[in-house]
């Protein structure tokens, strides 16, 4: 099956990701190498820090810098935009459909790490009943959601998709607490993505988390987890797993 990265910062100059469009052709040959054939670009969108209009403008030239580059149509790699938005909850109030994976439903929404933000179910939930559904971005990060997992539970649930890093997947990262791994075998996280950000630093690993999760879970959980991305990136209805509940016994979430 193949497999598909719908978070990443690959498109050039736009935010901390590639700054080249150079460095971007370099990240894509890394994906292709992978095994990697669709992918959605989401450069990150601050809504209290810049306009919609002005980010969209500013996404635009950036993919068409990318695409008018030499060696991007050599990579017959199936490309979308999309954006990392950051919450706030001004996005209620905005035309977030012009955020969503391009031609989906599906919008990438990140939070802050330090202190859980307030309205956030009620944001959520506003996104849900306008027939948007919320990718939570990278939840291992969030303190407040491996301090106390059923904060996610009660999130997916809503209906909200919850991704994991890859790297977070391969290496155990994430905050102290419940990691990437276990997301995934409690099926309260339901897609692995790269949030590739150059080759030195943040690079495209996800065969790696891919692999890693076989080893560890099984090729059931791998095989779901690319057939979800493949959902999603068709704009298909997310169905929901009956995800495990954390409970916690003896000082260990489980």
Not at 121 to 138: D, K, N
Not at 195 to 213: G, M
Request: overall charge negative; charged content about 25%.
């Amino acid at each position: 099956m193949s497999m598909i990265d719908m978070h990443c910062h690959i498109l050039p100059g736009i935010d901390d990701g590639a700054q080249t469009a150079e460095e971007s052709i370099e990240l894509l040959h890394a994906e292709k190498k992978q095994g990697i054939d669709r992918i959605v670009f989401t450069p990150h969108f601050h809504p209290e820090r810049i306009s919609l209009e002005k980010f969209l403008k500013r996404r635009a030239e950036s993919y068409e810098l990318l695409k008018n580059t030499e060696g991007f149509s050599e990579l017959k790699i199936d490309t979308k935009l999309g954006a990392e938005v950051f919450f706030s909850m001004r996005i209620i109030d905005m035309d977030v459909s012009k955020l969503c994976f391009e031609g989906t439903d599906y919008v990438l929404i990140e939070l802050p790490t330090t202190a859980r933000p307030y309205g956030v179910t009620h944001t959520m939930q506003s996104l849900l009943e306008r027939g948007i559904t919320p990718i939570l971005a990278h939840v291992e990060r969030y303190g407040y959601f491996t301090s106390d997992p059923t904060q996610l539970y009660d999130l997916v649930t809503l209906g909200c998709v919850a991704q994991v890093n890859a790297a977070a997947v391969v290496n155990g990262m994430g905050a102290k607490g419940v990691n990437a791994l276990q997301y995934i075998n409690w099926e309260l996280a339901q897609i692995i993505s790269s949030d590739a950000h150059s080759i030195e630093t943040r690079p495209p690993n996800t065969l790696a988390a891919y692999n890693f999760v076989n080893k560890k879970l099984g090729e059931n959980y791998t095989d779901w987890l690319k057939e979800n991305a493949c959902t999603i990136y068709s704009n298909r209805i997310f169905d929901i797993p009956v995800v495990h509940k954390p409970k916690k016994f003896l000082g260990r979430w489980r």
